[in-house]
């Protein structure tokens, strides 16, 4: 996985002596070395590591009070996350990282739009749940 200059990354193994630390990318050694990455740490020290050693660190997104974590599938790669704090089940799946926003707002459209033509047919039915 290529990773972009500016993205937040954390070591894979619970064991690194960074385990706890947040790492902004800060761009890809020479040519030659194309998985070689240098990463900054919040004190803007500058550290060289494998890309495979590393993961993104993927932000909670908000929308219209709801939220969702984005998730890596390694093996389909894409993107994927549900609604959270709600009974109902409602996902979401993207192929890029930078598509992530737009498919969970499609997603709380589409949930509010089921809300509202539930509330519409129980309304008009006179019955109630």
């Given at each position: 996985m290529k990773f972009s200059e500016g993205e937040h990354v954390k070591f894979k193994s619970p064991d690194s002596k960074y385990k706890n630390t947040i790492f902004t990318v800060y761009g890809y050694a020479n040519p030659g070395y194309d998985n070689l990455i240098y990463l900054m740490d919040p004190h803007n020290r500058i550290l060289t590591t494998d890309e495979t050693s590393v993961e993104l660190v993927l932000e909670t997104m908000e929308f219209e009070g709801y939220t969702s974590?984005?998730?890596?599938?390694?093996?389909?790669?894409?993107?994927?996350?549900?609604?959270?704090?709600?009974?109902?089940?409602?996902?979401?799946?993207?192929?890029?990282?930078?598509?992530?926003?737009?498919?969970?707002?499609?997603?709380?459209?589409?949930?509010?739009?089921?809300?509202?033509?539930?509330?519409?047919?129980?309304?008009?039915?006179?019955?109630?749940?």
């Open positions: 974590t984005p998730i890596f599938d390694e093996e389909s790669q894409v993107y994927h996350g549900h609604l959270e704090g709600i009974r109902d089940l409602v996902t979401w799946e993207a192929d890029r990282y930078e598509d992530c926003m737009e498919s969970f707002q499609e997603a709380v459209n589409d949930y509010n739009q089921f809300l509202n033509d539930v509330k519409n047919i129980k309304h008009s039915s006179g019955g109630g749940m």
